[in-house]
Every structure is written in C-alpha cells, then in structure tokens.
C-alpha cells in the first residue's frame, strides 16, 4: 500500500488541488468541513448525498480528496483523524452511484488510511439498506466498523452523538443546536485562506534539501497511524451487525 500511495501522490498532487480548481463541485455544500471539532479534536466533514450536483465521478472524487486534505491541514497537532457526518435528508434512489461509493472507498482506505476515525450516517432511509449490502464488500473491516447508523428518533443511537460532539456547537440537522446552515460565500473565503497555508503545511514535512523523498514524506504522515488507536467513544458502541436494522437498536450497545 505504501508504494501505491506514493505514486498515487506523485501523479494526482492532492496537495496541490486549489479551491479556483473545484469550487463548482463544492457549490450546493454536498461537502464540507466544518467549523467545529468533536469531543476528541478531529476534523468533522459533512456531507449530503442528497446536494450531489454533478455527474463527473472524477470531478467529485477531486472534491473529496481537496476535502481529506484540508481536513488534515486544520486538525491539531496531537491528533490524526477525522469525522464523516452524512446527512441523508433529501436523499433518494437518484443519489445512488455505486460507481462513486466503490471509488471512494478506493481513496479513503488505499490513500487515506486510517484517517477516518468514524462515519455516522444520520438518518438513512430504509431504501439504503439494499444499496449498503451492495457496498459492503468495498469496505474493509476496520473501516465497516467505523460506519454508525444513528437515527434522530432513537434514543439508543442519539447518544452517539452527544457522547461524540458538543451539541451546543453541532449543527441542528444533527440534533445540535447551531442553525447557521452552510454559506458558500463564507466557505469559500475560509477555504482561500487554508489553501494560502497548504504550501508552507508540506514543506514543513517535506524540506526543500529533500524534494525527491516528498512523495515518501507524505505517505509515511499518512500512515503514520496506530490502528488500534481507535479507544474512543466511536469504537467504544462496537462493530456494526450485518443487519442495518439490528444496527439501529444495538449502536448505542
């Protein structure tokens, strides 16, 4: 894998990826960082299938990668991972891409490894069940047990949410209390001024004495994570069941 990313880095230049470059993408907040961390200090994105306004499964996977890694740029020094917050309001049988789904599991788990520190996907229709069976295979084990289905009228769920994030700070869509809603405008000014601070974020990892061994530089920060770290209230509600609904009563388990 390591030999993978590395020249998946060389080629592709994930850290070279601009706003100008995939601001079009990001226009409906189908994606996003928030302004806020969890309890544990990991980046939170959020993201909305159902805000999916585009048809290039390149231009989307591009979008999500400048997205992994401004996560990583903004997360604090002791702490390497991130939250995936899905919000399935408005999501139908049009939003589904298994094409799109196998290729972003491509990225997270070849790529990104163990960088996702949990995935809660907050109301999922029944629909999704099916479409998940499907996916599954795609996903490694550790990252499946990652995933957390967690439903606004289940008490048993919900708690993952208030064991995971300050609801004072987390958004109402999630239960939270913030009803600031996504502003393009705003976003894309913050997005402009972390772009300014990618160039200096890598040559601190990368010297410019040792420009041959950049690639190498960023797939060892990449992996430099202990897999079995993971002894926080994500990991602490257990392994999803193969059954999505068993996983609606037993996630807070």
């Known amino acids: 894998m390591l030999k993978e990313t590395l020249k998946w880095r060389s080629d592709y230049k994930p850290e070279e990826i601009r706003w100008e470059d995939i601001a079009h993408e990001a226009e409906t907040g189908k994606i996003y960082r928030s302004n806020y961390f969890d309890k544990h200090g990991r980046a939170v994105l959020v993201m909305r299938p159902s805000c999916q306004n585009s048809k290039s499964t390149k231009g989307q996977i591009k979008y999500l990668v400048y997205c992994m890694e401004n996560a990583i740029l903004n997360l604090p020094p002791d702490q390497e991972q991130m939250v995936w ?34 995935a809660i996907l907050y109301n999922a229709p029944k629909f999704f069940e099916p479409f998940f069976a499907v996916v599954k295979p795609f996903l490694e084990p550790k990252t499946y047990k990652k995933v957390k289905f967690v439903y606004s009228d289940d008490n048993n769920t919900k708690k993952i949410m208030e064991d995971l994030f300050n609801m004072d700070q987390l958004e109402s869509a999630f239960g939270g209390k913030d009803n600031s809603g996504f502003d393009i405008n705003k976003y894309a000014e913050r997005m402009r001024e972390d772009d300014k601070k990618m160039p200096t974020f890598w040559a601190r990892i990368n010297p410019p004495s040792e420009v041959p061994r950049a690639a190498l530089a960023n797939a060892q920060c990449l992996n430099s994570i202990n897999p079995g770290s993971d002894s926080d209230a994500s990991s602490s509600h257990g392994a999803e069941s193969d059954d999505i609904r068993e996983t609606r009563v037993s996630n807070g388990t």
Do not use: C
């Not at 094409?99 to 491509?106: C, D, F, I, N, S």
């Open 85 to 118: 917050l899905i919000d399935f309001h408005g999501f139908n049988m049009s939003h589904i891409s298994v094409k799109v789904t196998k290729e972003t599991a491509h990225v997270l788990q070849d790529h990104y490894p163990e960088r996702l520190g949990v």
